[in-house]
């Protein structure tokens, strides 16, 4: 009987890292999570504190952090946190007391076809003629 288990970190070409059910960066999560309990554990038992209490505040804490971050990557998925954070910094609407914005529009816009047409014969069948 072998005495130690592998585990294998499923990826595929052009896939994300899944490990136990936890994609990409929530791992990342999960680890430095853990870091800080353990550094938290040591301080507090070198300070001092009765291991009667710090080993279930511990215990408790990772428990937490595991059902936390797996929650997460079951909810969000692979890049589906980051987006939710991004979209959330998005406003609402956005306001403007002057009309300036949208009136230099027009002019950076005629400045960028004239620089343009200066410089499109070089680049041509490059990919750069795009819009």
Do not use: W
Request: hydrophobic share 45%; no cysteine.
């Amino acid at each position: 009987m072998k005495m130690s288990s592998i585990y294998q970190i499923n990826k595929g070409i052009n896939k994300p890292i899944e490990f136990n059910g936890l994609h990409g960066q929530y791992i990342a999560y999960l680890a430095a999570g853990l870091v800080l309990l353990l550094i938290s554990f040591a301080l507090l038992y070198i300070l001092g504190a009765p291991l009667i209490l710090v080993m279930p505040l511990i215990l408790g804490l990772g428990g937490g952090l595991f059902f936390v971050v797996t929650g997460l990557s079951k909810r969000f998925g692979v890049h589906g946190l980051s987006k939710f954070m991004s979209k959330r910094g998005l406003p609402v609407y956005v306001k403007f007391s002057s009309r300036r914005v949208f009136t230099g529009l027009k002019q950076m816009g005629e400045e960028r076809e004239r620089v343009r047409g200066r410089l499109g014969s070089s680049r041509k069948g490059a990919g750069y003629d795009r819009d």
